[in-house]
């Protein structure tokens, strides 16, 4: 079974600085992309970050300049690095795994979220 473990989320001034992690574990030969999506209280989820395997990424433009996603392949992990945090990058932060190549089939995955918190 494929599990999603994140890590790093809290509590930060504004202008401050977060690292987020994620780790799929599992029997796992290949996730196409990995990425973060974050969803504030009474918003819609909305995509923060991807990566492909390749090292293509992706960015929402709220965070163009200030956020930077990476990612190691061969430990399927994928870390988000948060500089110049404002409070409106207050959030639950859910790392993504999508078509996650398993013996079984291909499948997307979700992470349980860590709450980042940006005080001004």
């Known amino acids: 079974q494929v599990q999603l473990v994140e890590s790093g989320g809290g509590l930060v001034q504004a202008g401050g600085s977060l690292r987020l992690g994620c780790a799929a574990s599992?029997?796992?030969?290949?996730?196409?992309?990995m990425g973060w999506y974050r969803q504030a209280p009474g918003k819609q989820r909305e995509l923060v970050a991807v990566?492909?395997?390749?090292?293509?990424?992706n960015y929402a433009d709220s965070v163009k300049g200030r956020f930077t996603i990476s990612r190691d392949n061969a430990k399927n992990t994928v870390n988000l690095q948060m500089n110049s945090l404002t409070p409106e990058d207050t959030a639950v932060y859910y790392c993504?795994?999508?078509?996650?190549?398993?013996?079984?089939?291909?499948?997307?995955?979700w992470g349980s979220g860590t709450q980042v918190t940006v005080s001004a």
């Open positions: 990566i492909t395997g390749g090292g293509r990424t």
């Open positions: 993504s795994a999508r078509g996650v190549v398993t013996a079984r089939g291909q499948y997307d995955y």
């Open positions: 599992g029997r796992i030969f290949g996730i196409n992309t």
